[in-house]
């Protein structure tokens, strides 16, 4: 057992002191909050400079509609010039209005020596809808119709509640939870496959550079395995901790440089709905289901770098495995819209894909005995795979100069 403790302690300082993942823990929080705060930042910045728009319309009703902001200024013209369209023109585009809107036998034209801007576009598209619906209406002859239609167009409020165990009422949002369930299934997939593919590095190099015949007069094969899986799944934690710590710090400050409203309606409704998730639950089902995973994929990473030789022959052994994560995240992303259907049933016991699928279903609800048979499933099937990685990973690893089929490997197994 301290021998297994040397080689974790080794791996997990060997990968911690390195400039690379220093730097990768420190900018990576300030990566993710520049990429919610900056655009919200950037948005929020109005342009100075407005854009003067000349409007030629010789009904001169259409005209009126579009009136000045801060964005356009618009100026009634009775033609449509060459002056208009040389580079000297004041005007930065020219919108002009023919025939008869209202009959549908007309057309509304936009010009501009470059592409027209979308919120110009936008802008005229509503200004001008709005007042043709109103000359349709008018020509119905229904007194207060277009106040009719209005109201009929309202949209009905939903508001999503649901009961505690104690029958009280919470606010929840479907769209939060669909949100912290992606999320937590994208760290879980990208963890496991970068931090498994990290363990299956180490012992390529290793052999490859003859260090583990070192190791291998000094300790056991297996140990020598099982101290590198579970030192860079240390890692894994210790870089997972400190990102949350640091985001959650990074962010509570940048809300409030950045001018975001604590109190505003739709910050409220989010942190009310974030607070009555079952975050505990969440927490718990996140790290077994990490552990369990990154132990499962890991174990056959290690299996997989003591069988060959260089990085290129890892090809067939690690690509069907990649596909089967590929699976599991497109069964968690078509499964998020219906976390009580057969595919999220399946996928989330299924020990291959359950990792990555049951975190989409938790801030849902799940029943406590599909976690735990969940779990159960995982960390079984987890510990075979270990029990046969290590079979392979004690033959293999002093094993050089050639390719092993798929038929030598398992006569490995009943060594």
């Known amino acids: 057992m301290n021998k297994i ?54 009904s001169g009703v259409y005209a009126k509609a579009l009136q000045g902001s801060r964005a356009f200024v618009f100026t009634a013209q009775p033609k449509l010039t060459k002056e208009m369209q040389s580079e000297d023109s004041p005007y930065d585009a020219v919108v002009t209005v023919s025939g008869d809107l209202v009959k549908n036998q007309g057309k509304v034209t936009v010009y501009s020596r470059k592409e027209v801007p979308a919120n110009l576009l936008d802008y005229i598209h509503s200004c001008f809808d709005e007042v043709v619906q109103k000359q349709k209406l008018a020509t119905a002859g229904i007194p207060g119709l277009d106040k009719i239609i209005v109201d009929v167009q309202q949209e009905v409020p939903v508001e999503t509640v649901k009961w505690n165990d104690e029958g009280e009422e919470q606010s929840s949002s479907t769209f939060v939870a669909m949100a912290v369930g992606g999320i937590f299934t994208l760290l879980i997939y990208m963890f496991v496959l970068s931090y498994g593919a990290m363990v299956m590095q180490s012992v390529i190099e290793e052999k490859t550079n003859r260090i583990v015949e070192l190791l291998v007069s000094s300790v056991k094969p297996f140990q020598l395995m099982m101290g590198k899986i579970i030192g860079v799944m240390l890692v894994g934690l210790a870089q997972l901790v400190l990102w949350a710590v640091m985001l959650g710090v990074i962010l509570a400050i940048a809300s409030e440089g950045f001018g975001v409203s604590v109190l505003s309606p739709e910050l409220k409704m989010v942190l009310t709905a974030l607070t009555n998730l079952p975050y505990v639950e969440i927490g718990v089902m996140f790290l077994l289901m990490f552990i369990g995973g990154y132990l499962l994929y890991a174990s056959f990473f290690a299996a997989t770098g003591a069988s060959i030789n260089e990085q290129e022959d890892s090809n067939q052994f690690v690509v069907p495995v990649t596909m089967i ?28 894909t359950s990792p990555i699928v049951m975190m989409v279903r938790i801030p849902f609800g799940v029943p406590l005995w599909q976690e735990v048979l969940s779990v159960i499933l995982l960390y079984a099937t987890a510990f075979l795979m270990i029990w046969l990685g290590g079979k392979i990973y004690r033959v293999g690893i002093l094993m050089y100069g050639k390719k092993p089929s798929i038929k030598e490997i398992l006569k490995w197994l009943r060594y």
């Open 5 to 58: 403790l040397i080689i974790i302690q080794r791996e997990f300082l060997k990968r911690v002191q390195k400039k690379s993942f220093i730097i990768l823990t420190i900018a990576m929080p300030f990566i993710m909050a520049a990429l919610v705060f900056v655009p919200l930042w950037l948005s929020s910045m109005e342009n100075d400079k407005q854009q003067h728009v000349a409007v030629i319309d010789p």
């Open 325 to 352: 994560t590929l699976f599991g995240l497109y069964a968690a992303m078509y499964s998020i819209e219906n976390t009580d259907g057969p595919l999220a049933f399946w996928t989330s016991l299924f020990p291959l």
